[in-house]
């Protein structure tokens, strides 16, 4: 709630947010997978993990529809300007999530004291940015376009709504 909530501030929308966060049940579901697939316990540091998740794969989301957005609002179509930025985003997402989960395989394989807690850190954190970032960079586009053209259904709906209600108090007051 908090990432939506800084989210929607920085667009100063409620709707482009919705695109970012659409990124994190991915996240998450690839922490909990690999944590299965490892035999490895939901515990307090896999859910310390799954917090570090949520601000990266909403990271490589801002990094999508940022640009998206300023394409659209220089009049692109939302389609084109999706595509668009998932082209010219996919090396620095790609670059950064890359060197996160590169950073973060000593902590998935540690031995020794204390491995249960880097272990159970280190598999959530690397499985989310896997899946996060595999399909992430596919899924992010297509719901930038969802929310921008459901968006744009509301604004025009909105403004036909107001202009009647204009045409009834017109017609009411005699103009």
Not at 1 to 16: K, Q, R
Not at 28 to 44: P, T
Not at 46 to 69: P, S, T
């Amino acid at each position: 709630m908090f990432t939506f909530l800084c989210l929607a501030a920085l667009y100063e929308s409620w709707s482009v947010p919705f695109a970012v966060v659409m990124g994190v049940p991915l996240g998450i579901f690839g922490a909990f997978l690999s944590q299965y697939v490892r035999g490895l316990e939901n515990s307090i540091y896999m859910q310390i993990g799954l917090v570090m998740l949520i601000g990266l794969a909403a990271k490589n989301a801002i990094l999508i529809v940022e640009f998206a957005k300023v394409r659209v609002d220089k009049g692109m179509d939302p389609v084109q300007a999706a595509i668009e930025a998932a082209k010219i985003r996919l090396r620095p997402i790609i670059m950064t999530s890359l060197a996160f989960i590169i950073g973060c395989i000593p902590l998935a394989v540690a031995t020794g004291a204390g491995a249960g807690a880097k272990n159970s850190m280190g598999t959530a954190v690397v499985g989310g940015m896997l899946v996060a970032t595999t399909f992430g960079i596919f899924v992010i586009p297509v719901c930038f376009v969802v929310v921008e053209k459901v968006t744009t259904k509301i604004d025009s709906w909105r403004k036909a709504r107001k202009m009647k209600s204009t045409q009834v108090v017109d017609t009411v007051a005699g103009r």
